[in-house]
């Protein structure tokens, strides 16, 4: 169990073109999802927490306006890129916790995540 | 601020031989979880080991074991019996106990390769 599915795998897009990925956990319920951004050979860096319900908290350096994130279902959290440029292109991971009493004790769930390329 | 450090940026081991990658961390917290993951070229985030803090028996899943050392602030991953499979980049990740919050903080990686 604990499944999360990403979609797209791969895009690639024209510059100026605003981009949605979906991260859905399939077999469990998700209070709260993670954004991360991986450049090649990198580490996972977190660009924001997803909150079913609320606004997400976005890290330090991520833009609100460029990388809106929506968190409508305890399924589905939606990662949009908007107007992106090259400087965008990058892994795209986002992972899932399922939702439940012992919150704090919860592994997070990853999905296959998203390379996304603008040209 | 909580940082992880992974000084070793590649590492590599003989089929069947035993490599220990080397991870340590900053906190002022008492409560967290340790964790080594693992990122194969498919760049799929596999959940190799969990370690709670305090917890004072080092955690083991089969040919994978931690050595954590609490009071150095260390966190290494020994695997035994390397395998082909094995070939990936490993993240080392600490994460706060407490509170909601629940942020995984990644180390910057090993690459780990396995000559047959």
């Known amino acids: 169990g604990a499944v999360v599915s990403q979609h797209p795998s791969r895009v690639i897009c024209k510059s100026g073109t605003s981009v949605k990925i979906e991260c859905r956990s399939l077999?469990?319920?998700?209070?709260?999802m993670f954004w991360y951004r991986q450049f090649p050979k990198q580490s996972l860096m977190l660009m924001a927490t997803?909150?079913?319900?609320?606004?997400?908290?976005?890290e330090q350096g991520v833009e609100k306006d460029k990388f809106l994130i929506n968190h409508a279902s305890l399924t589905l959290s939606t990662l949009t890129v908007t107007s992106a440029h090259p400087e965008d292109s990058s892994f795209y991971i986002c992972?899932?916790?399922?939702?439940?009493?012992?919150?704090?004790?919860?592994?997070?769930?990853f999905g296959d995540g998203t390379r996304l390329s603008i040209l | 601020a909580q940082t992880v450090t992974q000084s070793q940026p590649e590492m590599s081991v003989q089929e069947a031989e035993t490599v220990t990658l080397s991870c340590t961390y900053d906190?002022?917290?008492?409560?967290?979880?340790l964790f080594w993951y693992k990122q194969p070229p498919s760049r799929q985030m596999i959940l190799v080991i969990r370690?709670?803090?305090?917890?004072?028996q080092n955690a083991t899943e089969n040919r994978f074991s931690v050595n954590f050392q609490k009071a150095a602030k260390s966190f290494s991953l020994k695997i035994s019996d390397s395998q082909l499979g094995d070939a990936a980049m490993y993240f080392c990740?600490?994460?706060f106990g407490g509170g909601a919050t629940n942020k995984l903080i990644f180390g910057t990686g090993t690459l780990l390769a396995v000559q047959p």
């Open positions: 992972s899932a916790i399922r939702a439940g009493i012992d919150y704090s004790n919860q592994p997070q769930h």
């Open positions: 077999d469990f319920q998700a209070t709260t």
């Open positions: 997803s909150n079913e319900g609320s606004k997400a908290t976005y």
């Open positions: 906190t002022s917290e008492s409560d967290y979880y």
């Open positions: 370690q709670e803090a305090y917890k004072q």
């Open positions: 990740a600490y994460r």
